[in-house]
C-alpha cells in the first residue's frame, strides 16, 4: 500500500471544508467545476508570483515539483511559488494546488520534492487538500454511482475501469495515480484493486493506459503527459519588469539581465535596446520555446 500516512476523520473533514471555502471564493468554480487550467488565473487571482523554470535532476525525475515563499517587503507581503517545469503538466497541477494548502493555511516557505514518500502529517494534508480541491470527492462519488450504479468498482473490469480513468484525468486534469487514490479514498476500490492499479506504467506510450488516454482525447492526454520544460512568469510580472524600465527604476542592462532570465530580450516587447546574444544564452532562450502548455 503506498501510503505511510493515514489522515484521521476530523482532518480529512476540515480539508473538505477548506477546499470547498476555497473553490467557492472563485467565481465559476463549483464542486462539479474542473478547476483544471484555471489554477493559474487563481494564482493572479491571489497575486501569488509564479516563477516556472525546467531544474532537471541525473536520473531524469525532477528533484522537487514547486517551492513557495513568502516574505515582506516594506510592509507588503509578498508570495512566490516556483514550478518546476520539467516534471509532467498534470503533476505540476497537482503541486501548485499542493502549495496553494500552505499558502491558505500560513505554513510558510515549503519546498515539495516530487519523489519524496508522504512523512509527514502537514504533507499529506497538503496532498489531500490538492486532490479535494482540483476533484472534490463529493462530485467523484456521484460521477462513479451515476456511471456504474454502485460505488464499489472493485468488480468492474481492468479495461472499463482504465477507460474511466482516462476519462476523469482529461476532464479534471489529475495525475492518473492521483485519481487511482482518490477512488481508493472514497472506497470505491479496496486496498488490492488500489496496489494493482497504481503499478500501472501509465506514462509509457506503449502501455494500455496510455494508448487508451490517445484514443480518447490525444491533445488533452498527451498535453497531461508532456513536460512543459517553460520557462517564464506571468504576463503580469514581465509587465511590472517592463514598466519599471519605462519609470526609470531599471537600466538597459539590468532590464536585459533581468529578462534573460524569462528567456526574454527587450526587443521581444518594441524595446530597441541592444543586447549582445551569446551561443550559451541563445541555447537557454531555445529551451523553453515548444510545448509551453501553461
Known amino acids: 500500500m503506498n501510503q505511510k500516512i493515514r ?6 473533514d476540515h480539508i473538505r471544508k ?25 494564482l493572479e487571482q491571489l497575486n501569488i508570483h509564479l516563477l516556472e523554470f525546467p531544474i532537471q535532476s541525473e536520473n531524469d525525475h525532477p528533484a522537487f515539483s514547486a517551492a513557495i515563499l513568502c516574505c515582506e517587503d516594506n510592509g507588503d507581503s509578498l508570495v512566490f511559488i516556483g514550478l518546476n517545469t520539467a516534471d509532467y503538466f498534470d503533476k505540476q497541477i497537482f503541486a501548485i494546488a499542493h502549495e496553494l494548502y500552505h499558502y491558505f493555511t500560513k505554513t510558510g516557505y515549503h519546498l515539495s520534492r516530487s519523489n519524496d514518500p508522504v512523512n509527514t502529517i502537514l504533507e499529506a494534508m497538503a496532498n489531500r487538500f490538492a486532490a479535494e480541491f482540483l476533484f472534490p470527492a463529493s462530485e467523484l462519488r ?15 473490469p481492468e479495461k472499463a475501469l482504465l477507460r474511466f480513468i482516462v476519462r476523469l484525468q482529461c476532464i479534471w486534469w489529475l495525475p492518473y495515480r492521483s ?40 491533445e488533452v492526454f498527451a498535453k497531461l503527459n508532456s513536460k512543459t520544460n517553460r520557462i517564464g ?20 542592462d539590468e532590464l536585459v539581465e533581468t529578462l534573460k532570465l524569462f528567456a526574454k530580450v527587450p526587443v521581444d516587447f518594441g524595446f530597441d535596446v541592444s543586447v549582445e546574444i551569446d551561443s550559451e544564452f541563445d541555447s537557454f532562450l531555445t529551451k523553453g520555446v515548444t510545448d509551453n502548455y501553461a
Do not use: H
Open 18 to 42: 477548506l477546499a470547498r471555502d476555497k473553490r467557492s471564493e472563485f467565481a465559476g468554480i463549483s464542486e462539479k467545476t474542473p478547476v483544471a487550467n484555471d489554477i493559474f488565473t487563481i
Open 7 to 12: 489522515l484521521d476523520d476530523v482532518q480529512i
Open 233 to 252: 512568469t506571468s504576463m503580469k510580472d514581465i509587465d511590472i519588469i517592463l514598466r519599471n524600465y519605462e519609470d526609470g527604476l531599471l537600466s538597459e
Open 179 to 218: 485519481l487511482v487514490k482518490r477512488l481508493y479514498e472514497i472506497g470505491a476500490v479496496n486496498e488490492t484493486r488500489y496496489d494493482a492499479l497504481y503499478e500501472v506504467n501509465e506514462r509509457d506510450p506503449d502501455s494500455e493506459y496510455y494508448r487508451i488516454g490517445l484514443a480518447f482525447n490525444d
Open 142 to 156: 456521484s460521477t462513479v454511482l451515476d456511471e456504474f450504479k454502485t460505488p464499489d468498482l472493485n468488480d468492474v
